[in-house]
């Protein structure tokens, strides 16, 4: 499943380690049941199906992570919110870089409670990535990106930047792993003879 076993093992123990709390990840699974019929609605059938196909303890735990998020988007594509995300993360880098632990802290932990797109994460998703196994996946990015960056904002914060720019390598990892499991190269092109494979 993975192309990069070891790597995923490694950041696998590494969001053991990470900040999101599990209890809130546990808490509430009326509202998160309440976010997915929210959601569900929106979808398409042929979605819908895909959805109902996952198993209903990964749609859950998915579902647990996604209702902690309080800035919720009627409009924004998952695209838009990455490009956010991506702002932040080089806030974060530029801060880091000239000492200043208050921007980085902030921009840090506006990078940790993101946004969420309309309809959250599925609408964005390859078709053949919506399984029990791939979605299985999503709480251990999740708590590497946004772990480590609530670990970046308090090292950040305590003038701690060396332990900061660990940490902030650690969100890096966590990102280029989604990726790698997700996405792909954004925006090849398929006119070109010898396109990289997509
Ligand atoms: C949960 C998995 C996941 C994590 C974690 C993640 N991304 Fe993404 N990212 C995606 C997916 C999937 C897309 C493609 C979305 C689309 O095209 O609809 C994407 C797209 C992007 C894009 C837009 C690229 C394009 O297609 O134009 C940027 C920029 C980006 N991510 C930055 C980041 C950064 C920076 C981080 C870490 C701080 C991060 N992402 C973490 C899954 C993830």
């Given at each position: 499943?993975?192309?990069?076993?070891?790597?995923?093992?490694?950041?696998?123990?590494?969001?053991?380690?990470?900040?999101v709390?599990?209890?809130?990840?546990?808490?509430?699974?009326?509202?998160a049941?309440?976010?997915?019929?929210?959601?569900?609605?929106?979808?398409s059938?042929?979605?819908?199906?895909?959805?109902?196909?996952?198993?209903?303890?990964?749609?859950?735990?998915?579902?647990s992570?996604?209702?902690?998020?309080?800035?919720?988007?009627?409009q924004?594509?998952?695209?838009?919110?990455?490009?956010?995300?991506?702002?932040?993360?080089?806030t974060?880098?530029?801060?880091?870089a000239?000492?200043?632990?208050?921007?980085?802290?902030?921009?840090?932990?506006?990078?940790?409670?993101h946004r969420?797109?309309?309809?959250?994460?599925?609408?964005?998703?390859?078709?053949?990535?919506?399984t029990?196994?791939?979605?299985?996946?999503?709480?251990?990015?999740n708590?590497?990106?946004?772990?480590?960056?609530?670990?970046?904002a308090?090292?950040?914060?305590?003038?701690?930047f060396?332990?900061?720019?660990?940490?902030?390598?650690e969100?890096?990892?966590?990102?280029?792993?989604?990726?790698?499991?997700?996405?792909?190269?954004?925006?090849?092109?398929?006119?070109?003879?010898?396109?990289?494979?997509?």
């Open positions: 499943m993975f192309k990069h076993k070891g790597y995923f093992l490694a950041l696998a123990v590494l969001a053991t380690t990470c900040a709390p599990a209890a809130a990840q546990q808490a509430q699974p009326q509202a049941q309440a976010l997915m019929a929210e959601w569900a609605a929106m979808y059938p042929e979605l819908k199906k895909k959805m109902m196909a996952v198993a209903p303890e990964t749609r859950m735990q998915l579902m992570i996604m209702v902690t998020h309080d800035r919720r988007s009627p924004a594509t998952m695209r838009q919110v990455m490009q956010e995300i991506m702002a932040d993360f080089q974060v880098s530029i801060a880091l000239t000492d200043n632990g208050e921007m980085a802290a902030d921009a840090a932990r506006r990078l940790a409670n969420l797109p309309k309809g959250g994460m599925l609408p964005y998703l390859p078709w053949d990535k919506i029990t196994q791939d979605i299985s996946t999503l709480p251990t990015f708590m590497v990106v946004e772990g480590g960056a609530l670990k970046v308090a090292a950040a914060e305590k003038g701690d060396a332990t900061a720019a660990q940490h902030f390598g969100v890096m990892s966590g990102c280029v792993a989604c990726h790698q499991q997700f996405r792909g190269v954004p925006g090849v092109s398929d006119r070109l003879v010898a396109a990289p494979a997509k």
